[in-house]
């Protein structure tokens, strides 16, 4: 996120939710779909940006290569300074981490949700399979919408989730969507995070 933002603590979705997260997986279905490693973040520097968006509060998520199109609450930080993952009464719910930038202004803005919860896959079960090139649209309250591009879709484990990499300031505008995954016990939950990479490359007013 940019400079004037805090930064939550990187392990927040995986261990803020361990006890809910994967429950499904108990009733001996699949891992959620894990990115290769061809979709690895590249070089820095290469992407072309479109002008930053004014502020404005997101309101839904599309991701059409997944057929996701999710409205978006806002999230806090717990005590420990994590993010508080969406509520899990609602399968098809992000979250955005309100006390950063709203996705399309200049720095990282962080959206985040369940991979999945005990009724089933949730809104970011299949966040692992997107592929550089898919494109992501954020659609604000003011009625415009900010366009990302992907650029690499990585999973790390708790223990080594990169703080500054995910979370640090950034060229651009740019916006990273995060859910759990990598391995999986019954005892632990999931032992990591799936982030995808984005940037802005074409921003709507209404």
């Not at 959206?111 to 494109?135: E, K, N």
């Not at 979370?167 to 019954?186: D, F, H, K, M, N």
């Amino acid at each position: 996120m940019n400079e004037d933002a805090r930064s939550p603590w990187p392990g927040a979705l995986a261990a803020g939710a361990a006890l809910v997260l994967g429950a499904w997986l108990v009733q001996g279905n699949g891992l959620p779909p894990l990115p290769g490693a061809d979709q690895a973040l590249g070089a820095v520097g290469s992407e072309v940006f479109a002008p930053p968006r004014p502020r404005a509060v997101p309101t839904r998520i599309r991701i059409p290569t997944l057929q996701v199109d999710a409205p978006v609450t806002g999230l806090g930080l717990d005590g420990e300074g994590r993010i508080r993952p969406p509520d899990d009464t609602d399968r098809n719910l992000a979250g955005w981490y309100r006390e950063g930038i709203t996705p399309g202004q200049r720095g990282t803005a962080i959206i985040a949700g369940h991979v999945d919860t005990r009724q089933g896959p949730a809104v970011f079960y299949r966040l692992g399979s997107l592929h550089r090139g898919d494109q992501l649209e954020v659609a604000g309250a003011d009625r415009g919408s900010a366009f990302f591009v992907v650029d690499a879709v990585e999973v790390y484990t708790k223990k080594d989730f990169p703080d500054a990499k995910v979370y640090g300031p950034a060229r651009g505008s740019q916006l990273r969507v995060i859910t759990c995954g990598g391995g999986y016990t019954e005892q632990d939950g999931y032992d990591g995070n799936v982030v995808v990479y984005a940037h802005l490359v074409r921003g709507v007013s209404a």
